[in-house]
């Protein structure tokens, strides 16, 4: 970031930044804590995760007040635009993904009766790891204005879809195998989504880094290997 004559404005543009660090901490917490609460079938620490969300959704806002008066007062032109135009969109990305954790959290709580949890998880742990890297990833590149890492990050969404098809396929073996099992995975495939949908935002994130260095968005189309048909979980409940 250049160091610009106006020393308030530079104040603005790194609380803006310290805002989405902040605001992406708490989005990478939250997506933990919700696999968490998943696995262990706790409901209380589901339930807080739940009410927790709000603190993300009020950053968001405090991010978005901040850019707007920025833009109001300094009437930033070309890179210096970019980067508070950049840092609205990562603001709203991040809201998402905590909307999406909160919706797994909302899963443990309609989860009803027994099911093998280990070997059902086993799918979901290893996208939410893929899904927590990117986020890491992304948040590192768009702190550093590193384009080749944001574009690596963009480049791997694939394997997240890898996954999240593998997942699909193995879930719906499970519930042939067992009518029992239908409820439970059901409600883990809906989780799924909400991880494979967490990737795509830090894909879009990704973007958003290209945009803001480069002044307009990648020239290639994004990588996309998702095959699944059930519905979408992107709206918030």
């Known amino acids: 970031m250049t160091e610009h004559t106006a020393k308030a404005f530079d104040a603005d543009l790194q ?23 998943l696995a262990r079938r706790d409901v209380h620490f589901a339930q807080r995760i739940i009410g927790e969300d709000a603190r993300i959704d009020a950053l968001q806002r405090a991010i978005e007040e901040r ?10 032109m070309a890179v210096d635009l970019r980067e508070i135009v950049a840092a609205l969109r990562v603001a709203n990305d991040l809201e998402r993904i ?3 954790a909160k919706n797994i959290g909302k899963r443990v709580v309609a989860l009803e009766g027994e099911f093998d949890s280990q ?39 694939e394997d997240v879809d890898a996954v999240n ?12 195998e067992d ?18 949908r967490i990737g795509d935002h ?13 002044g307009r968005m990648p020239p290639d189309e994004r990588p996309k290997g998702d095959t699944t048909s059930y519905t979408p979980a992107t709206v918030k409940t």
């Open 179 to 196: 009518p029992r099992n239908i409820t439970a995975c059901i409600h883990l495939l809906f989780c799924a989504k909400n991880i494979e």
């Open 67 to 76: 850019g707007i008066l920025t833009i109001a007062r300094r009437q930033p």
């Open 98 to 100: 905590g909307d999406l």
């Open 202 to 214: 830090a894909t879009n994130i990704a973007e958003t880094v290209y945009y803001m260095v480069e």
């Open 15 to 37: 609380e803006l930044g310290r805002m989405v660090a902040e605001m992406g901490g708490l989005a990478e917490k939250q997506i933990a804590d919700a696999l968490d609460a």
């Open 119 to 157: 070997r059902l998880m086993r799918g979901l742990e290893h996208m939410t790891e893929l899904v927590l890297a990117q986020i890491k990833d992304v948040l590192d590149a768009y702190a550093r204005r590193d384009v080749a890492r944001a574009m690596a990050v963009w480049r791997s969404d």
């Open 165 to 176: 098809n593998s997942l699909f396929r193995e879930l719906l073996t499970y519930m042939l």
